[in-house]
Nanobody, 124 residues
Framework: QVKLVESGGGSVQAGGSLRLSCVVS????????MAWFRQAPGKEREGVAA????????YYADSVKGRFTISQDNLKNTVYLQMNSLKPEDTAMYYC?????????????????WGQGTQVTVSS
């Protein structure tokens, strides 16, 4: 079983920055990708950024390209999401996820292990 614990959320003004962290533990041998998703009230969960853990190849939603960066620290078993130039529309609960996606690395249906989420609120 894979355990994921997110941290780093908070409230910022538009244009500000936050860095989310996701500590991974447990049986991770079957995991080849880590991803960040977000869900705003009344909206579906959407993929924000993802990374293949072996190669470091990263993928982003169009809405965050150039503003968000996903990275990993294998020694700390941690995946990060650096979020810059935040906008009010980035307000959501952010979740870390882990699995071995087959078709789409940013599809939430491809992931079985999830963290509890961390809230990000951006005010205008």
């Amino acid at each position: 079983q894979v355990k994921l614990v997110e941290s780093g959320g908070g409230s910022v003004q538009a244009g500000g920055s936050l860095r989310l962290s996701c500590v991974v533990s447990g049986h991770t041998s079957g995991v080849n990708a880590m991803a960040w998703f977000r869900q705003a009230p009344g909206k579906e969960r959407e993929g924000v950024a993802a990374i293949y853990t072996a190669t470091g190849s990263a993928y982003y939603a169009d809405s965050v390209k150039g503003r968000f960066t996903i990275s990993q620290d294998n020694l700390k078993n941690t995946v990060y999401l650096q979020m810059n130039s935040l906008k009010p529309e980035d307000t959501a609960m952010y979740y870390c996820a882990a699995d071995s996606p087959v078709i789409s690395i940013l599809d939430p249906d491809e992931y079985s292990a999830w963290g509890q989420g961390t809230q990000v609120t951006v005010s205008s």
